[in-house]
């Protein structure tokens, strides 16, 4: 079945770092791709998403390219900040259910 | 801006216990889901409506988990009786039909001792 595999945190960076958290993904159909949010305490807040292969979605500094031929959509940011600190997921889905990984804890400190 | 009622924010109950959690999504919002988030997992679908109709409940555990949508607007999960394996943060998101982006609440965390 379809499934969403990201790469494992936490992710320690300093503010200012760039960021790059993996992704990748097995579908069997042509599913649109996210990437979630989720900061402590709360629910999941959509950061940004991609329809179709070469999209390249963004939001707040944040972007990620749906790569079909590497099945692959990872999440760049140029210079993080300590507000980005939170745990991001990567998922797939369309019209029904969304499909998460496991979620990548990012941790910036000053 | 609108957003996703969920209420309990947060509940801790005795194992055996029956528990209920209630979702509002947004106003206009036919699709409704819950999920159910495992500490350090990503969410899960238990189940999905559209209006009033379960479209998906293939991974809603029947023996102890119920959903309803009575009227098509809001929502109610129960868990009767519930297990320490229940202990999770419980999601509710909502979307447009027909669209793909799905809005979340600020979720239940249930703990079951």
């Known amino acids: 079945g379809d499934s969403v595999t990201q790469m494992e945190g936490p992710v320690t960076l300093s503010e200012e770092a760039f960021l790059t958290i993996n992704c990748t993904y097995t579908a069997t159909g042509y599913p649109s791709l996210f990437w979630y949010v989720q900061y402590p305490g709360e629910g999941l807040q959509l950061l940004l998403k991609a329809t179709k292969a070469d999209d390249k979605g963004s939001n707040k500094g944040f972007e990620a390219t749906y790569r079909k031929e590497t099945t692959s959509f990872h999440l760049e940011k140029g210079s993080v900040q300590v507000s980005d600190s939170a745990v991001y997921f990567c998922?797939?889905?369309?019209?029904?259910?969304?499909?998460f990984g496991a979620g990548t804890r990012l941790a910036v400190h000053p | 801006e609108a957003e996703v009622a969920q209420s309990p924010r947060y509940k801790i109950t005795e194992k055996s216990q029956a528990v209920a959690f209630w979702c509002d999504p947004i106003?206009?919002?036919?699709?409704l889901y819950w999920y159910r988030q495992i500490l350090g997992q990503g969410p899960e679908l238990l189940v999905q409506?559209?209006?009033?109709?379960?479209?998906?409940d293939s991974q809603l555990p029947k023996d102890r988990f119920s959903a309803e949508r009575l009227k098509g607007v809001d929502s109610t999960l129960k868990i009767q009786p519930a297990e320490l394996g229940d202990s999770a943060m419980y999601l509710c998101?909502?979307?447009?039909?027909?669209?793909?982006?799905?809005?979340f609440g600020p979720g239940t965390r249930l703990l079951v001792l």
């Open positions: 409506f559209q209006d009033e109709s379960v479209v998906d």
């Open positions: 998922a797939l889905g369309g019209y029904n259910k969304l499909i």
């Open positions: 998101a909502s979307k447009v039909a027909g669209e793909e982006t799905q809005y």
């Open positions: 106003s206009g919002h036919a699709t």
